[in-house]
């Protein structure tokens, strides 16, 4: 890795097809948003606490693959104190034959031909206008822009297109914000989380009534393609829609809006890499952006509840995790295990080769199992679509580098205040 970017400059020259990295990796392109520094050689271990921590690739692939494990964050395990299984809600919090039928049936919204056919002129048409304001303000909040292409793409995938009033992008911001949680190890007191629970319920309610509720109006009246039409089709209340609705939110508003600023943050202090990736195919920058997303993974840990013994194999032995047993599997670490990426798993390489076959070049930031993350080609082709209309501005350059908090929910990184300058 040594000169990397002046080997990459040389083998341009020579005409070599497939050029080292271009990323100067004594400068800018370590990893950016890590909370922790990570331990290599604990793949799996339990805790003071009786929590089993999992680092390693492969004994994370095959428990989140186990049919003995069950959703244990987001929230899933409130409503299981209150809900039988039939009446849980949410594709995130459902488990078993009901889970799997709905997945078989939303999945033709996600599919690459489905996603570049149905979506991808709103794409180009918002992420024109977005970089169109751009040249003329010369200045912009990227974390807002971000959101303003994530919340208008997936409310068409969604079905939230009938608002009452305009507004939603800020009423869906200030809701997820009631939930986010700055770096701190203190508890408020009681009251102050009687206050804010109260507060975002207020929140909700404001969602569904000027959003949500119209959109289910509009689709009674007419099914449309999308996902509030097909729940309507299978028999769903207002309030189980509602958490849909919600679901989708955080899934592809929230988590694409994170992505497309932390690449934007890398290309834009990599110029030599930004040059690549503007004139590459789009299959090669779709898998500069998946090596991103390896290194950055916008969520970085996924919580399940062991529901029966689980065996798995680590460091040539047997790991029993018990029935009962939570869960804590670690993204950034299972990304970044070197038997899977090799060396200098911290650095941004593109054209990294994994070393196992039918492993995804994004590893695990898209999850795996029965839970993995329908929207992976949506996300990554709207980013694709913005930063190459954003990077080609003239002039662009990074004012103010992000601020980086963490979200309580999600337990990944949030970038604010990305101010970007046109010169």
Same mark, same amino acid.
């Given at each position: 890795m040594q000169d990397a970017q002046g080997d990459s400059s040389a083998a341009l020259e020579s005409g070599d097809p497939s050029p080292r990295c271009p990323v100067d990796h004594a400068a800018w392109s370590r990893q950016?948003?890590?909370?922790?520094?990570?331990?290599?050689?604990?793949?799996?271990?339990?805790?003071?606490?009786g929590v089993w921590q999992i680092r390693g690739f492969a004994e994370a692939r095959a428990l989140l693959r186990s049919s003995a494990t069950k959703q244990a964050g987001f929230g899933a395990e409130v409503f299981e104190k209150f809900l039988p299984?039939?009446?849980?809600?949410?594709?995130?919090?459902?488990e078993g034959a009901g889970h799997h039928e709905q997945r078989k049936k939303t999945a033709r919204f996600f599919t690459p031909k489905a996603v570049s056919t149905n979506y991808l002129p709103l794409m180009e048409q918002v992420a024109d206008k977005l970089v169109a304001t751009l040249?003329?303000?010369?200045?912009?909040?990227l974390s807002q822009l971000s959101l303003a292409m994530a919340v208008q793409i997936a409310a068409q995938v969604v079905g939230l297109t009938n608002s009452r009033l305009p507004g939603m992008t800020g009423r869906l911001e200030s809701f997820f914000e009631n939930q986010m949680l700055v770096e701190t190890n203190s508890r408020l007191p009681r009251f102050l989380e009687n206050l804010r629970f109260a507060w975002g319920q207020r929140r909700m309610t404001s969602f569904f009534f000027l959003d949500v509720q119209p959109?289910?109006?509009?689709?009674? $009246?007419?099914?449309? /393609?999308?996902? !509030?039409?097909?729940?309507?089709?299978?028999?769903?209340?207002?309030?189980q829609i509602l958490t849909e609705?919600?679901?989708?939110?955080?899934?592809?508003?929230?988590?694409?809006r994170e992505?497309?600023?932390v690449a934007a943050w890398h290309l834009l202090e990599q110029p030599e890499l930004c040059k690549r990736y503007l004139a590459a195919p789009e299959e090669e920058r779709y898998e500069m952006l998946h090596e991103t997303l390896r290194l950055e993974p916008v969520l970085a840990h996924l919580m399940r509840r062991a529901t029966a013994d689980v065996v798995l194999e680590s460091k040539g032995e047997q790991v029993t995790i018990p029935q009962g047993a939570l869960v804590d599997v670690h993204i950034y670490a299972t990304n970044s295990d070197e038997s899977v990426?090799?060396?200098?798993?911290?650095?941004?390489?593109?054209? $990294?080769?994994?070393? /196992?076959?039918? !492993?995804?070049?994004?590893?695990?930031?898209f999850g795996d199992g029965h839970h993995r993350c329908p929207g992976a080609y949506l996300a990554i082709q709207e980013t694709d679509v913005l930063l190459q209309r954003l990077l080609t501005v003239p002039g662009l350059r990074?004012?103010?580098?992000?601020?980086?908090?963490?979200?309580?929910?999600?337990?990944?990184y949030e970038l604010r205040k990305f101010l970007l300058r046109v010169d």
């Open positions: 950016k948003t890590a909370r922790v520094a990570e331990p290599v050689d604990l793949p799996v271990e339990r805790d003071a606490n299984d039939e009446e849980i809600p949410g594709i995130l919090y459902r040249q003329r303000q010369k200045q912009a909040d959109a289910i109006k509009a689709r009674r $009246r007419q099914l449309q /393609e999308d996902v !509030i039409s097909h729940l309507i089709t299978q028999g769903y209340n207002d309030t609705c919600v679901t989708y939110a955080a899934a592809g508003m929230v988590t694409t992505f497309i600023s990426v090799g060396e200098h798993p911290l650095e941004l390489c593109p054209g $990294r080769a994994i070393k /196992e076959e039918n !492993i995804p070049p994004m590893l695990m930031s990074i004012e103010q580098p992000p601020q980086i908090r963490w979200n309580a929910i999600s337990a990944g």
